[in-house]
């Protein structure tokens, strides 16, 4: 096999010659680069994993980069390379009357935002309806310092040269929805960009030259500093979520949800609901014989069931929405914990307490005012009495020291 770049590289040469192409990525590259059909690239890619073999798991390298960069790469190969080490799971497990809106919503060009309560799977679902939609995504996480320039992109600072002979440039940095452009061009996919949790940010702030974009396609984003102008392509779909534990959508700019589709991730039929209960218990303590499954089953639908909708163990109503998503934590942590005895193996009864002190009752108080954290903490003292197998004392006990600190908060303001 030659190493000119130029040279048409048959499946009976890179078959030949494997034990150079698993010795040099640079070979590797060349032949994908010079192959004379689509069989060449899947035997190197999906046959022999040339790509894991030496870039790793994770990451677009030389050789992935070749592939998508590659006209006789087909699309399910390229999905194939710019996905290796996604965890992302196979099943869709959002109600499918979600699951519908959002593709159709996909599908008519909208942008859309999934909201919803937490733990209800928004992310999750995200990355699922990305790589259904498109061939790769890039995940963004909004945090409150986020600007406009975060999403479009804008002028930054560069140090350049060797130490002690540094100068200071400023060059075009591409934003989340940019550089996904960007990407969709050089390897002729249709990408998805997801920014997630996008209420931590200032929406109106970061989304105004957006607006714009969406209205005239033609609009220029940016202009790099190679002169390309990026306009929002119509092979780029823009997928946000919301926790909307503290806001409703009628408190939203009304220029998000005249221009974004607005898809609604909240309640889970009971059947639905159940089935993952049943799921994770199944696949995470299904050999572990030191709990019930069936106990905790019950209790995942008391605790669920008083949470959304107030209990018959608790005196008061509804605390939140709250999804069911993060049970499922719950039952990793058991996992592990019944399997080590420096764990809870001797106290498995106990480690149903700190699972849920450590992955239910966190994320209630995170966003719960007082009247809320009251009804948390006489929530669970009531679980704990009517699950006697268990012991909820630890998620009881968070919730009071957290009701405790906030009256003394509450104390000192008065003074």
Same mark, same amino acid.
């Given at each position: 096999? #030659?190493?000119? #770049? ?18 040099? +990525? ?43 960069? #590659?006209?006789?790469?087909? $699309? ?28 159709? *919503? ?5 942008p859309v935002v999934l909201y919803g309560p937490t733990g209800t799977g928004k992310t999750t679902f995200a990355k699922q ?14 945090? /409150?310092? !986020? ?9 930054? /600072? ?10 200071? &440039? ?38 105004? /030259? ?5 209205? %005239?396609? %033609? $609009?220029?984003l940016i202009e790099t500093d190679d002169g390309e102008t990026i306009e929002l392509d119509e092979d780029v779909s823009i ?21 974004? *589709? ?17 799921? !994770?218990?199944?696949? &995470? ?8 499954? +069936? ?13 959304? %909708?107030?209990?018959? $163990?608790?005196?008061?109503? /509804? ?20 399997? +080590? ?12 307490? $700190? ?10 108080? %995170? ?16 679980? &704990? ?16 020291r957290e009701l405790d600190a906030e009256r003394r908060r509450m104390g000192s303001y008065e003074q």
């Open positions: 096999m #030659s190493s000119s #770049s130029e040279e048409s590289y048959s499946l009976e040469d890179v078959k030949g010659d494997l034990d150079v192409l698993r010795a040099v +990525d640079d070979r590797v590259v060349e032949a994908i680069e010079g192959a004379d059909s689509p069989d060449v690239l899947e035997y190197l890619i999906r046959e022999q994993q040339l790509d894991l073999h030496h870039e790793g798991d994770q990451g677009v390298g030389q050789i992935r980069r070749a592939v998508l960069e #590659s006209g006789k790469a087909s $699309q399910d190969l390229k999905r194939t390379v710019i996905t290796r080490g996604d965890d992302t799971p196979g099943s869709i497990l959002v109600p499918d009357d979600v699951e519908r809106n959002a593709r159709t *919503a996909l599908r008519t060009g909208k309806l990305a790589l259904r939609h498109c061939v790769g995504y890039s995940l963004h996480t909004a945090t /409150p310092s !986020w600007t406009a320039k975060d999403i479009i992109g804008g002028i930054g /600072p560069s140090l350049t040269g060797s130490s002690g002979y540094r100068s200071l &440039n400023y060059e075009t940095e591409l934003g989340a929805v940019s550089e996904g452009v960007q990407r969709a061009r050089d390897f002729n996919i249709p990408y998805a960009v997801i920014l997630d949790e996008i209420t931590r940010a200032d929406i109106s702030q970061i989304f105004g /030259p957006l607006y714009t974009a969406i209205e %005239n396609r %033609n $609009q220029t997928i946000c979520t919301m926790n909307m534990s503290d806001r409703t959508v009628n408190e939203l700019d009304n220029a998000i949800t005249r221009r974004f *589709a607005m898809v609604e991730l909240d309640e889970y039929e009971d059947d639905d609901r159940r089935s993952l209960f049943e799921g !994770w218990l199944e696949s &995470n303590l299904g050999d572990i014989p030191l709990l019930e499954n +069936d106990d905790l089953l019950e209790l995942f639908e008391a605790d669920y069931d008083g949470i959304n %909708n107030g209990s018959e $163990q608790a005196s008061r109503g /509804p605390i939140m929405r709250f999804g069911p998503m993060h049970y499922r934590d719950v039952t990793i942590f058991l996992r592990e914990a019944l399997q +080590d005895e420096s764990l809870y193996m001797d106290a498995p009864e106990e480690a149903v307490g $700190q699972a849920f002190r450590t992955f239910i009752v966190p994320r209630l108080l %995170n966003s719960a005012a007082f009247p809320q954290i009251e009804q948390i903490e006489e929530h669970y003292r009531a679980l &704990n009495k009517s699950f006697e197998m268990f012991d909820l004392a630890p998620a009881a006990d968070l919730a009071s």
